[in-house]
Every structure is written in C-alpha cells, then in structure tokens.
C-alpha cells in the first residue's frame, strides 16, 4: 500500500513523487516511457520561477552541467514595437534556460528515485480501482504484457492534457478555449542565438531560443484555423519571411538538425481533486504554448499539491478542505496569465495606439523588462495592466508628447486630472481598456 501513486514522470509527476517523498511519504510512479527519453512536442522553455525552484530543489546545477546555454534577455518585434530587455528577476533568479526534454526529464526522475520513489518505466494504466467514489489504486500492464494492481490513499495523475485519470474521474472543467493557436517547429545548427528573440506578424508568431549540444529550436505559431496545408519546409520559410524576414535568411543559411514537429494545445483549467484523486501540470491546467510556461506552471503546481497532499496524507487537515486551498492559490496566480496567454495567442494585431504606447514605454529599461516579465512569469498581468500599472507605465514614458492624441488624452486624465478626480481617472482607465482586449479585465474588473 503506497500513500501516493503518480502517473506520468515527466515535469509534472517526477517533483511531485520526489517533493512527497522528501516529506516522508511512499510513492510509487508509472510512465508508458523509459528513461531517458524525450518528448519532441515540447518546446522546454524554463523560465526564471521554474529555474528558482530547481535550485531550492538542488537539481539547477545538473542542468547547468549539460551545457544547456543561459537565456538572459527576451526580446519582441510587432509593427514600431523592437526591444530586447533583460528578465527581472524572482528573488535573484533572472536567468532562463531550455534543456532537451530527454536531459531534463531524466534529471527529475532520477532525483525522485533518489528521494526514495518506486519507479515502474514501460507501464499503461489501464483503469483506476474504487472502493464506492473513492480512488483506490490502478490497474495497469507492464512492457510484458503482464497485468497488475497497487493501492493507494491517492493517485495523481500527472498524464498530460488527455489525462487518464481526468477521463475517468470525470474532472469537470472550465474556461474552456478550443486550441488557439497550431505550431511548427525544428531545431537548427550554425544558428548562434544567445537570447529570445520573438516576432509577431501577419497573423503569424516566430519564436527562437538556444538549447543543448549548440542547437537552437525556431518555431511558428499560426492561427489554429489558418494552419497551412503546404508542404512542411515551405510553410516554415514563407511564414518566417512574412513575419521576421532578416531573421529568415540567418535560419536559411543554418542546417536543420531534427525532424519537424508540429502540434497544438487545449485551454482549460480542470477540478483537480477528488475522493482519492487528484491532477497536476497539464492534465490540472493547460493554455497555448505560445508564451511557453508549460514547465514552469507543472514545477509550481507540484509543488502546490505536495504541500496540500502533505497535510491531507499526514493528518493536518482534512484532504478535500487542503486540496481546495490548493486549487484556489493554482487559479489566483494562473488566472491572469492564461488570460494573457489566451488573448497573445490571438495573433492579433495590436492596436496602432497601444503599439505606439508601448514602444515608447521600452525606452525605459524598467519598463521593457516589466513586459518581458509577463513572458517569463516574473511580472504579474493583473499588476502590469491593473490601473496602478497603468500609470506607472504612462508616467515612465520618456517623450510623452510624442504619443498620439487618444493616448495624450487618457494619459491626462489618469495622471494629471485623476489626482483630483475618480470619475476621470475612471475614464481614463476604460478608455485603456478598451484597447487591451482581454487584459482589459485587470484594468477594469467586470
């Protein structure tokens, strides 16, 4: 009988079956995999809260050790909009990195079985036992065809977006989005490229970022109902050159070192507990690949549920009333960034008057990392475009006269008339938020 079994043994299973064994509990974990072993549909961006908690966790120097090259600064192109920034930081992390999945997987999974995890590779779960409501254990046949059960107080499934465990327990979900955007990408030799670079276009998102043994992975994110049905290579290059053509001719001149991957991703967020049950990572919470926060979201769910199981297993509290604590710090913190990332993955273009705004705004250095720490999780969308936000943004600006007269106008009214009265600072405040789109919402809250 094991306190905890995991399904899954990647990002998400491996520091939560590792996590709960450090706190003294006996935990098995299944994957269909054996390790090492990669999984090419990821694009396996760390960034800086998910590097933090890997060296709380004494695993950021294994990494290191691979040769996997650090990520400093971010940069984006749209319309006037041009910068590279640094990361600010989360505490003294304001450093990314992107190890190969078959590196930083089996880095997880043998630091869970240091900690004292059972690890079963090549196993398919099949079912999960119950006794009435209540989860049990699983049902499950190894890579021998051989059929067998283990018992639990908990399973978690850690089995992606088509969890397993999701199905049968029929975790009910909501913000639902079908998938925004559809994604094609590959890895180059000969393609120096020591930062992120992004460029967004034509209703088309390039994305590039150093990663093991030399190699950087580029990638394009179109539209998921406007996915080309060209041939793999020409679809590639004509949206490279449509949306960052100076870049194109540097990945023309680099040779491919992989085989194209393509795929795209659901929206939702999903209960994630139950009676003897519960979720993690993706098949708890999943959004559009197109800011790349996938690892970094898994690292701090585990993290999160060990802290809840803990109490429940332990008992501290009551599991569901822990649990439910849990879900609700997942979804303040995940709320405004799957928002950001659902509305980014509109592709969209911008607005001329809140390109103009922000261009302006990265001209100050403060300001142009506060925007790339949206990205990399170090910034909060609710604090960056909360009014508070806004008018820090609106009174950094360098050369405020330059703005154009929509922006003029609401600069005024929030900064300078606002002092004196709230019904214009409120104004001020729609009239952003009409431009904002989604993010709107966090400047002025329905």
């Known amino acids: 009988m094991y306190d905890a079994i995991v399904i899954g043994a990647r990002c998400a299973g491996a520091p939560t079956a590792m996590l709960l064994a450090r706190a003294g509990h ?8 054996s390790f090492p072993s990669d999984k090419p549909m990821s694009t396996h961006l760390l960034h800086p809260p998910a590097i933090l908690r890997l060296r709380e966790w004494g695993l950021l120097d294994s990494v290191v050790a691979t040769g996997c090259p650090p990520i400093r600064d971010y940069g984006f192109v749209e319309g006037p909009l041009d910068f590279m920034a640094p990361l600010p930081p989360i505490e003294d992390v304001g450093v990314a990195y992107a190890p190969r999945r078959h ?8 630091a869970a079985v240091a900690a004292g995890v059972t690890l079963r590779e090549g196993v398919s779960v099949r ?11 699983i049902r499950a046949q190894d890579r021998n065809g051989v059929s067998f059960t283990e018992h639990a107080r908990v399973v978690i499934g850690a089995d992606g977006t088509n969890s397993l465990v999701a ?6 979900q909501y913000r639902a989005r079908p998938p925004l955007t559809r994604g094609l990408w590959t890895y180059w030799s000969d393609l120096p490229t020591p930062n992120l670079p992004s460029f967004r276009a034509n209703g088309r998102y390039v994305f590039a970022w150093p990663t093991n043994d030399d190699l950087t992975l580029v990638g394009i994110a179109w539209r998921a109902n406007e996915y080309p049905d060209d041939e793999p290579e020409q679809a590639y290059f004509t949206a490279l050159h449509d949306t960052a053509p100076a870049f194109a001719e540097r990945v023309r001149e680099a040779g491919r070192a992989q085989a194209w991957m393509r795929g ?12 003897g049950w519960a979720l993690v990572g993706d098949s708890s919470y999943s959004k559009d690949p197109c800011t790349a926060q ?13 802290g809840a199981l803990h109490q429940g297993l332990a008992g501290e509290r009551p599991m569901a009333a822990a649990l439910a604590d849990h879900e609700r710090r997942r979804n303040a913190h995940a709320i405004p960034y799957y928002e950001y990332t659902c509305d980014f993955a509109t592709l969209d273009t911008y607005p001329p008057e809140v390109l ?14 506060n925007l790339v720490g949206l990205f990399g999780q170090t910034v909060s969308p609710a604090d960056f475009f909360s009014g508070t936000g806004m008018r820090s943004l609106l009174d950094s600006l360098p050369e ?19 002092r004196y009265s709230q019904s214009s600072s409120r104004l001020a405040e729609r009239l952003i938020a009409r431009k904002l789109g989604e993010m709107g919402q966090f400047l002025v809250p329905a």
């Open 26 to 33: 006996r935990v098995l974990m299944v994957d269909r995999a």
């Open 103 to 110: 590196i930083l997987d089996h880095i997880l999974v043998e």
């Open 127 to 137: 079912e999960l036992l119950r006794d009435g409501n209540v989860v049990t254990g």
């Open 167 to 172: 199905r049968i327990t029929r975790a009910p």
């Open 264 to 275: 795209s991703i659901p929206n939702f967020f999903r209960r994630p507990f139950g009676p």
């Open 294 to 306: 996938g690892i970094t979201d898994a690292f701090r769910d585990a993290e999160s549920l060990v």
């Open 356 to 369: 103009e705004l922000l261009a302006l705004a990265t001209q100050s250095g403060p300001t142009a990392s």
């Open 400 to 418: 405020p006269d330059r703005l154009g007269w929509r922006l003029r106008l609401a600069r005024w009214l929030l900064l300078d008339l606002g």
